[in-house]
């Protein structure tokens, strides 16, 4: 459901159209017409319109579509509506909600035609600027209803007023130009222009009321009034209302109320009649035109929407679109305004009743409902799929065994009022698995039952199961049959595998059994008992899988019957099937390859001749949960049905390259059954689900080839929005408020619902994160000051990716003192203050170094001193002690001599 201002998206509905055409003639008859259909998607007021008239439907460079109504303009993503009007949008310069006509310049920017004169949006910016009676430049003073606008190759806007004439604006000077009925080149009879349309030759058209056609070529100086193409149809009568060139330089004019026709322009400016269409089933006045690329014109009438196949041959072939539809919201029998083929080639049609979007590449999944009967068929889970010999079409249907459903009819027959097999017990509940053996015996898979051999041409058959004693067979449940190329037959219970030997004579009864279990101390048997699907190879080998445990291949030859060796290939013994253990399926290819499908939702695959499986990682995130079931088709595309849809894998090409058709009306709701398929001698496909089934031919599957534009739609920093920045410039952060949200459109707009997309923050995420369109929303909080790059990619509705992920750059701005001045301002101070204690540290070294030599220098004069006094101290004593010596001498000699004798004292002579 698209809504204003909400992440829901668009309710998207399959409408089947009657389409109508006749021979081709000049005039054309009104008769009923064969039917076809398309597959719409419609956007109406149950959608969020603020009205259902459409009168313009535009899409931007950037991938928008943009809808002109009179309450309001509207951008559409595929998922929300935008409005843009008075009541929220007065303040960023827009004053009036009445839009009518819109044109984009080759700089990008949007101009509107609107009751108020012409207005130019700031798309990023998301402000208004209007030309009009209140500028002073505005040439038609009167006249600010304006009703048509073009642009020509020069970015100059024509502009067409409601009586005023032509005005042509130069949107590089904003310079205006008039054109009127006081303008003597042309023959303006009126001034209520109808349409303008800039043609590729450089010729500006002009349509006016019950008026002339104007053609103005300024660079030749043509300035051409023409009044009719022939005398029956004169402009004045039948006003061209829509003009569309062709690629050959011919012209459609819609005529009012005479139809459509085709002319050439002639050197002399005038018209030649190429063709003439005046009788579209009664939808003779043309509002718009456009051309798809396969050359089909498409009209808005009065009456809906009509396309003219072929429109330059012969014979071309009018269809008239109708919806069948039973809901009159949905009727298409209104008035259309406005045509637009894309550039994908989606037909837009903007309507009273609101915008339709038709799909060129809707597939073709036709979807069989079982009927229920009340009191006989409760179910229509359709649980297996065969066609017998006769061409019956055999489906198992869960709870009632089988039957044939009849497509001409539309109905079940039970098996038990089928004269071919209701001689069959009638408990049968029910059938998992079909199997037309090479002898034309039909084997039968059951649920409670066992085993059933059946041979239609005698309505004989044999029960096999546990109250049979006759073979050893006690299993309830069948889940898959397999006959090898020696005629065996093969069966995969919940049991074990069982081994049906064919003897001769060929009879009904004439075989025997061997069972094949797990072992608990054999590493030679098979790893478990409950079987989930049985191949045999290119090489003669068998392939058994297994519901929990991994794959076995038998190694001892088809032609032993016992013992015999399984090698097993499980979460024991092969890193890849520790999360791939739990088979579902398995499939092989043409070209010998064996597909296997896990519950887990991975692909594994093994090349011929190569002894490895390998996880498909190419689909690893695209398939869902569960693989139900695989199939080759005859061009060899693998099918993988999955909880998210079916997967198309070329198989023509080296590398991995797919498709996907998600849940959709067509599908069975991605309600697949497993091993429910099944491929006839046509190469139609059948999958069988809990519903009905599903029958196509694969080559009438057109993947959807539009690459998706994927833009971010909105940016929130924290719980405001901001704007996205322009020019490559970076989305600057502050570091407090550093929480982003981001959310995404991939402006592709078939089953939008359906598109993926893969967002990856570099400086944040190691991989790509993918997300569904229901979510298309992403946060980073809490971002860390720093450069960061948002990488953001798309899908389509089928899986196809840009080639190129699209880039947002992020800065996150640091606190102030986190800043690189902040931090340059403390490496100065940490640096100044470091180099003051070095200097200080040196200086204080220098005076320490100072006062320790002076102190070593006052040590020295002190132990000079002392050494001198000691020196000196030993000197006088050497010189003194002498001296003393001799004085006494001396003063005893002088004593001695000079001194009285002592008396009594005889001085003896000899």
């Known amino acids: 459901m698209a809504s204003i201002n909400n992440s829901s998206y668009s309710h998207q509905i399959v409408i089947m159209f009657l389409i109508a055409w006749n021979i081709s003639i000049p005039v054309w008859s009104n008769n009923e017409l064969p039917s076809e259909t398309y597959s719409?998607?419609?956007?109406?007021?149950?959608?969020?319109?603020?009205?259902?008239?459409?009168?313009?439907?535009?899409?931007?460079?950037?991938?928008?579509?943009?809808?002109?109504?009179?309450?309001?303009?509207?951008?559409?993503?595929?998922?929300?509506l935008k409005l843009y009007s008075t009541s929220k949008y007065l303040t960023q310069g827009l004053i009036t909600n009445n839009f009518s006509d819109i044109v984009q310049t080759t700089d990008g920017t949007l101009w509107f035609a609107t009751d108020h004169g012409v207005a130019r949006l700031d798309e990023n910016n998301e402000t208004f600027s209007f030309f009009n009676t209140n500028k002073k430049n505005w040439k038609s003073q009167s006249y600010n209803k304006i009703n048509t606008l073009a642009t020509d190759a020069e970015d100059n806007i024509w502009i067409g007023t409601g009586g005023g004439g032509v005005l042509k604006?130069?949107?590089?000077?904003?310079?205006?130009?008039?054109?009127?009925?006081?303008?003597?080149?042309?023959?303006?009879?009126?001034?209520?222009?109808?349409?303008?349309?800039?043609?590729?030759?450089?010729?500006?058209?002009?349509?006016?009321?019950?008026?002339?056609?104007i053609i103005i070529n300024e660079k030749k100086r043509i300035y051409k009034t023409i009044q009719g193409i022939t005398k029956d149809l004169l402009f004045s009568e039948h006003t061209p209302y829509s003009i569309h060139e062709t690629s050959n330089n011919k012209y459609w004019l819609g005529l009012w109320?005479?139809?459509?026709?085709?002319?050439?322009?002639?050197?002399?400016?005038?018209?030649?009649?190429?063709?003439?269409?005046?009788?579209?089933?009664?939808?003779?006045?043309?509002?718009?035109?456009?051309?798809?690329?396969?050359?089909?014109?498409w009209l808005g009438t009065t009456n809906g929407v009509i396309q003219v196949q072929k429109p330059q041959s012969a014979s071309p072939e009018v269809v008239l679109i109708k919806n069948i539809d039973s809901e009159p919201s949905y009727n298409l029998q209104y008035e259309v305004f406005s045509i637009l083929c894309d550039n994908n080639n989606?037909?837009?049609?903007?309507?009273?009743?609101?915008?339709?979007?038709?799909?060129?590449?809707?597939?073709?999944?036709?979807?069989?409902?079982?009927?229920?009967?009340?009191?006989?068929?409760?179910?229509?889970?359709?649980?297996?799929?065969?066609?017998?010999?006769?061409?019956?079409?055999?489906?198992?249907?869960?709870?009632?065994?089988?039957?044939?459903?009849?497509?001409?009819?539309?109905?079940?027959?039970?098996?038990?009022?089928?004269?071919?097999?209701?001689k069959l017990n009638p408990a049968l509940n029910t059938i998992n698995c079909f199997l037309w053996d090479s002898d034309g015996y039909l084997w039968l898979g059951t649920r409670y039952l066992g085993l059933i051999k059946y041979d239609p041409k005698t309505g004989h058959s044999i029960e096999i199961n546990q109250d049979n004693h006759v073979f050893n067979f006690n299993a309830e449940t069948v889940v898959d049959l397999l006959q090898d190329h020696l005629g065996n037959i093969w069966a995969g219970t919940e049991k074990g595998i069982y081994k049906i030997i064919k003897h001769y004579p060929i009879k009904l009864e004439n075989f025997s059994i061997v069972r094949y279990t797990h072992e608990e101390d054999n590493p030679h048997s098979i790893s478990s008992n409950l079987i989930s699907k049985i191949i045999e190879d290119d090489n003669k080998q068998l392939w058994i899988a297994t519901f929990d445990k991994g794959i076995n291949k038998l190694k001892t030859r088809l032609e032993t019957h016992y013992p015999v060796q399984f090698e097993n290939l499980n979460s024991s013994t092969s890193k890849l099937f520790k999360t791939s253990s739990q088979i579902s399926t398995m499939y092989k290819g043409s070209d010998g390859t064996i597909w296997i499908g896990t519950t887990g939702g991975k692909l594994l695959r093994k090349k011929m001749n190569n002894n490895n499986f390998k996880l498909v990682k190419e689909v690893d995130n695209i398939i869902g949960e569960t693989i139900f079931s695989i199939i080759e088709d005859n061009d060899h595309f693998l099918w993988v049905a999955s909880s998210q849809g079916l997967v198309r894998i070329d198989?023509?090409?080296?590398?991995?390259?797919?498709?996907?058709?998600?849940?959709?009306?067509?599908?069975?709701?991605?309600?697949?059954?497993?091993?429910?398929?099944?491929?006839?001698?046509?190469?139609?496909?059948?999958?069988?689900?809990?519903?009905?089934?599903?029958?196509?031919?694969?080559?009438?599957?057109?993947?959807?080839?539009?690459?998706?534009?994927?833009?971010?739609?909105?940016?929130?920093?924290?719980?405001?929005?901001?704007?996205?920045p322009t020019n490559n410039n970076p989305l600057i952060l502050n570091h407090t408020n550093n929480t982003l949200s981001f959310a995404f459109s991939a402006l592709s707009y078939a089953s939008p619902e359906n598109n993926r997309y893969a967002i990856m923050l570099e400086?944040?995420?190691?991989?790509?994160?993918?997300?569904?369109?229901?979510?298309?929303?992403?946060?980073?909080?809490?971002?860390?000051?720093?450069?960061?790059?948002?990488?953001?990619?798309?899908?389509?509705?089928?899986?196809?990716?840009?080639?190129?992920?699209?880039?947002?750059?992020?800065?996150?701005?640091?606190?102030?003192?986190?800043?690189w001045w902040a931090i340059t301002l403390y490496f100065i101070i940490i640096l100044s203050s470091l180099l003051y204690i070095i200097l200080k540290e040196r200086k204080t070294?220098?005076?320490?170094?100072?006062?320790?030599?002076?102190?070593?220098?006052?040590?020295?004069?002190?132990?000079?001193?002392?050494?001198?006094?000691?020196?000196?101290?030993?000197?006088?004593?050497?010189?003194i002690t002498p001296l003393n010596v001799l004085n006494v001498y001396i003063e005893n000699w002088r004593n001695i001599h000079t001194s009285p004798p002592p008396t009594g004292l005889t001085i003896g002579t000899t």
């Open 40 to 80: 719409v998607s419609m956007i109406s007021g149950n959608e969020g319109l603020p009205t259902e008239e459409i009168r313009k439907v535009f899409k931007g460079s950037n991938g928008y579509m943009w809808f002109a109504t009179p309450e309001g303009l509207i951008r559409y993503d595929g998922y929300e």
């Open 346 to 422: 989606f037909i837009w049609a903007g309507t009273l009743t609101g915008v339709y979007l038709t799909n060129p590449f809707s597939q073709n999944f036709y979807t069989y409902i079982i009927p229920l009967e009340t009191n006989k068929l409760l179910s229509q889970a359709a649980t297996a799929i065969t066609i017998d010999p006769q061409g019956h079409f055999l489906i198992g249907l869960r709870g009632y065994g089988f039957g044939e459903y009849s497509f001409t009819d539309n109905c079940f027959i039970p098996y038990t009022s089928h004269p071919t097999y209701n």
């Open 763 to 819: 400086g944040v995420d190691d991989d790509w994160r993918y997300i569904k369109a229901s979510i298309r929303e992403i946060t980073y909080a809490n971002l860390k000051p720093g450069e960061y790059t948002l990488k953001y990619n798309a899908s389509n509705n089928n899986g196809l990716w840009r080639a190129e992920a699209r880039q947002l750059r992020i800065r996150v701005n640091p606190a102030y003192y986190e800043t």
């Open 257 to 297: 109320g005479k139809g459509l026709v085709c002319v050439s322009l002639a050197q002399d400016y005038q018209l030649n009649l190429e063709h003439k269409l005046n009788n579209l089933n009664n939808n003779n006045i043309i509002y718009d035109i456009d051309i798809d690329k396969k050359g089909n014109l």
């Open 845 to 879: 070294n220098k005076i320490m170094r100072a006062l320790e030599i002076e102190h070593i220098e006052h040590e020295k004069s002190e132990n000079l001193l002392s050494f001198k006094k000691q020196l000196f101290a030993n000197i006088s004593n050497e010189f």
């Open 651 to 724: 198989l023509n090409k080296e590398s991995i390259s797919y498709s996907i058709f998600p849940k959709s009306t067509e599908l069975l709701n991605n309600n697949f059954i497993r091993n429910a398929i099944y491929k006839d001698t046509n190469g139609k496909l059948y999958l069988g689900g809990n519903k009905g089934f599903n029958a196509f031919f694969p080559h009438s599957i057109v993947p959807n080839p539009s690459i998706p534009h994927v833009a971010i739609t909105n940016i929130k920093q924290g719980n405001q929005t901001i704007k996205m």
């Open 169 to 213: 604006l130069n949107t590089k000077n904003n310079h205006f130009e008039e054109f009127n009925k006081n303008d003597s080149r042309i023959d303006m009879s009126s001034e209520w222009i109808v349409k303008i349309y800039c043609d590729s030759q450089g010729n500006t058209w002009i349509t006016t009321w019950e008026g002339n056609l």
